[in-house]
């Protein structure tokens, strides 16, 4: 899928655990459109620092393999849907 969705995480970050919902009810809207991936930035670093990850939760969008947008702390569904929207 040329438009995929990365939530930078890790098991003991609290607002990670609160974006979770959140990004899986996005998950269930676009499934035929957007990719979907959840990193563990612990078990990860080497993808958490080719995308500059420094903190999390951190959603990042990219299209076509480049990172066009993203996203630090607990994000909104609204937001996040809103910024899916404008690269579909």
């Not at 607002?15 to 990719?35: H, N, R």
């Not at 299209?63 to 993203?70: F, L």
Request: charged content about 30%; hydrophobic content about 40%.
């Amino acid at each position: 899928m040329s438009l995929e969705v990365i939530d930078f995480t890790a098991a003991w970050c609290g607002p990670c655990k609160m974006q979770k919902p959140i990004i899986e009810e996005l998950e269930a809207k676009y499934k035929d459109t957007v990719g979907f991936r959840v990193i563990d930035v612990d078990e990860n670093q080497e993808m958490a620092r080719q995308y500059s990850i420094h903190a999390i939760p951190t959603i990042a969008i990219l299209k076509d393999g480049e990172m066009v947008s993203s996203f630090v702390g607990l994000t909104s569904k609204d937001k996040l849907e809103t910024e899916i929207e404008k690269y579909l």
